[in-house]
Each structure stands twice: as structure tokens, then as C-alpha cells.
């Protein structure tokens, strides 16, 4: 797997997180509680396959690398840890991933790897498949709502039954979305990034987040499925 060789980040700030001593050691961040737009404040944990907490692992995509976004971290203690730049996609995640009430445990690469450090790179390039195999789930993040995405979302969520679509023509013609919408979803940047599709091949279980809309990834896999048969867009990534 393809340890997010994208472009390289603008800048190379000092990384708050404490290294990593062993060879299974990696970093989870807990991204504590807040309403959109909110600061975000994560914590930021050193843990070990053999005895991580539950965790998700999110797939999303770096964009151009220039870090216009800033979170705060804390260390295990809850004491300040300094901030940290993240990419404009990673802070629109985190964003959107966050809960109002309650902490979320993720692993991200681009906040849990000191980026600036090759031999760490290097090591937890070597756990990545273990990383996402390992998480309860993989949230894949195609990046904030735009256009008519919501209601592509709710589409592939409400059509998502394998035994169902594709099988005559009359059901195509009934559930025929918009060509243009789904295909301005599925033309996002994350579908054509071949080792993305390898985080999800690893995962028990994967959603796919744009916005605030979820739905399984199983909706995806059939919209493809269906897409054969009803010829609606043409070499989908």
C-alpha cells in the first residue's frame, strides 16, 4: 500500500505527538465532542495492535497538500500539546466526522504519522494493512456536500438492494437517477486513487461519508453492479 505519497505537505512543522517505541506502536487521535465549525480539539493517544482501543480508520484523499486548516492536540493527560496544520480535506473531515456529544477514535495518516519523519513513515507503512484490517470500520470521506450530493447520497442509500436492481429493464427505467449528479459524485478525487480502494478492500465493514450523509459501502458496490446494466455512466473510475 501507498503510504499517502501525495504531494507533499507546504510546510514541515514541529510534530507534537511522542515517538514511537516499538514495532507495532502506532497513534490514534480522539476527536473530542463539538458543534460544526467549532475548534477541534483531538487527543492524541501512542497505543499497539495487540491492545488498541476500538477505533475507525478514515480513507479520504490529501488534496494539494497546503495546510489551511488547524486542530489543537492534547496528549493522554488532557494537557496541551500544541496545534497542528492539517490539510483542508482532513479538517473538513474531522469537521464532519465529529460528534456533538460524545469522542470519536480514528486512525488518520496525515495527523498519526510525523509526516516529516522517514524512518516513522517507513515502519508504519508496514502496519498500514494490519491498521485498516484491524479497525471496526473504514470512513471513507469524498469531502463537504456540494450540488445535488445529498440527494445522490440518498439515492445509492435507498437503491442499495443487489437482488433488485439491474434485474429487468422496467426497474431501471424507474429508479434512473440524474446522470449528471451521480456522476459528479463518483467523479469525486477519492475513486481514483488505486490504493484508497485497497483501505476498503482491507476493511470488515466501510462507509462512505460526503457531508453529513452516510451510506454503506454495499451501496456503492451495487450502483456499479446496477450501472452495467443500465449503461447510465460510461468508465466510472
Request: proline content about 6%; aromatic content about 6%.
Given at each position: ?52 482501543p ?17 486542530i489543537q ?6 494537557a ?24 470519536r ?14 524512518p ?9 494493512s494490519?491498521?485498516y ?20 447520497m ?34 469525486r478525487?477519492?475513486?481514483?486513487r ?18 453529513n ?25
Amino acid at each position: 500500500m501507498n503510504p499517502r505519497m501525495e504531494p507533499a505537505l507546504s510546510t514541515k512543522p514541529t510534530y507534537p505527538g511522542q515517538p514511537l517505541d516499538l514495532e507495532d506502536s502506532f497513534r490514534l487521535v480522539e476527536v473530542q465532542p463539538g458543534k460544526r465549525d467549532d475548534p477541534i480539539h483531538v487527543r492524541l493517544l501512542n497505543t499497539r495492535l495487540e491492545e488498541s482501543p476500538a477505533y475507525e480508520a478514515l480513507s479520504y484523499t490529501w488534496g494539494d497538500g497546503a495546510l489551511t486548516g488547524h486542530i489543537q492536540l492534547f496528549d493522554p493527560t488532557g494537557a496541551s500539546a500544541g496545534g497542528m496544520p492539517v490539510t483542508a480535506n482532513c479538517h473538513s473531515a474531522l469537521n464532519c466526522l465529529r460528534k456533538a456529544d460524545s469522542s470519536r477514535t480514528l486512525w488518520i495518516d496525515s495527523i498519526c504519522i510525523n509526516q516529516s519523519l522517514d524512518p516513522e513513515r517507513t515502519q508504519q507503512l508496514g502496519l498500514m494493512s494490519q491498521i485498516y484490517s484491524q479497525a471496526s470500520r473504514v470512513v471513507v470521506y469524498l469531502g463537504e456536500r456540494a450540488g445535488d450530493s445529498d440527494s445522490v447520497m440518498d439515492w445509492l442509500r435507498d437503491n442499495d438492494e443487489p437482488s433488485e436492481i439491474g434485474r429487468d429493464d422496467d426497474r431501471v427505467e424507474i429508479i434512473r437517477p440524474d446522470k449528471a449528479i451521480v456522476e459528479a459524485l463518483l467523479r469525486r478525487p477519492w475513486f481514483s486513487r488505486v490504493w484508497v480502494l485497497q483501505e476498503v478492500a482491507l476493511a470488515g465493514e466501510a462507509v462512505v461519508c460526503c457531508g453529513n450523509k452516510e451510506i454503506s459501502w454495499e451501496s456503492i458496490k451495487t450502483f456499479r453492479h446496477w450501472n452495467v446494466a443500465a449503461r447510465l455512466i460510461k468508465n466510472l473510475p
